[in-house]
C-alpha cells in the first residue's frame, strides 16, 4: 500500500456515533476492489477511518465513498430527530 489517510471525526451525540459506526462496519468488512482497505473504530466520541490503497486515485474514491455514506447517514438521523421533535410533521 502507498497511500494512507486517517479522518478522525468527533460527535456529539454518542447515538450518532454508534449509529453511523454499525451502518459503515459491514462496509470494512468485506472490501468491494482489492486496491483499498478501510478500517472504522471508535475511540470515545470519534469516529476513526482509516483506509489504505496502492496509488492515490484509490484512496481518494475510498475516502470519498466514506466520508459520504457518513453524511447520508448523519442526515437521515437529523431528519428523523427532526419529525420527533415537530410533531406537526407527524400529520398524515
Known amino acids: 500500500m ?7 471525526l468527533r460527535f456529539a451525540s454518542k447515538k ?4 453511523v459506526f454499525r ?4 462496509e ?15 475511540d470515545g466520541s470519534f469516529l476513526v477511518l482509516k483506509i489504505t490503497a496502492k ?4 484512496l481518494r474514491a ?7 455514506w457518513i453524511n ?7 431528519v428523523i430527530e427532526a419529525q420527533a421533535i415537530h410533531p406537526c410533521l407527524d400529520t398524515p
Open 55 to 58: 496509488d492515490t486515485v484509490a
Open 28 to 42: 470494512t468488512k468485506k472490501a468491494t476492489t482489492t486496491r483499498s482497505e478501510a478500517v472504522l473504530q471508535k
Open 23 to 26: 451502518a459503515l462496519e459491514p
Open 2 to 8: 502507498k497511500a494512507a489517510a486517517n479522518v478522525c
Open 72 to 78: 447520508s447517514t448523519i442526515s437521515v438521523l437529523e
Open 16 to 19: 450518532h456515533l454508534e449509529t
Open 62 to 68: 475510498a475516502l470519498n465513498a466514506y466520508l459520504r
